[in-house]
């Protein structure tokens, strides 16, 4: 994979793994493949990463809508996808039904 661009998007929403994995808050980061003419945004921390795509503006809007801070709903589909994405099982600890105990 020929990589021509890589930029860190400081403007986009902090990747989540500083809420589920507790890291410290990163900025995404925006790769360009010369090669193939595609996209991709990661993380550089945890390794979560959107779809890659032709169009540019798809993968930051994945990004943007996988990656929204104070959202359960979201929170959980970014679990899912990570463990799928790492091979990992982890769990949300923090959306628990069970909570006050
Ligand atoms: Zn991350």
Redesign the pocket.
């Known amino acids: 994979m020929l990589i021509e661009n890589e930029e860190v998007v400081t403007d986009a929403p902090l990747?989540?793994?500083?809420v589920v994995?507790n890291?410290e808050k990163?900025s995404p980061t925006l790769i360009y493949d010369k090669k193939t003419g595609y996209y991709l945004m990661y993380?550089k921390?945890?390794?979560?990463k959107t779809n890659s795509s032709q169009n540019k503006q798809s993968v930051i809007t994945d990004w943007f809508y996988s990656n929204i801070q104070g959202n359960a709903h979201i929170k959980t589909r970014w679990i899912q996808r990570y463990n799928k994405q790492q091979g990992t099982a982890i769990t949300s600890g923090g959306t628990s039904p069970s909570k006050g105990e």
């Open positions: 990747c989540l793994c500083n994995l890291t990163t993380c921390k945890c390794g979560f």
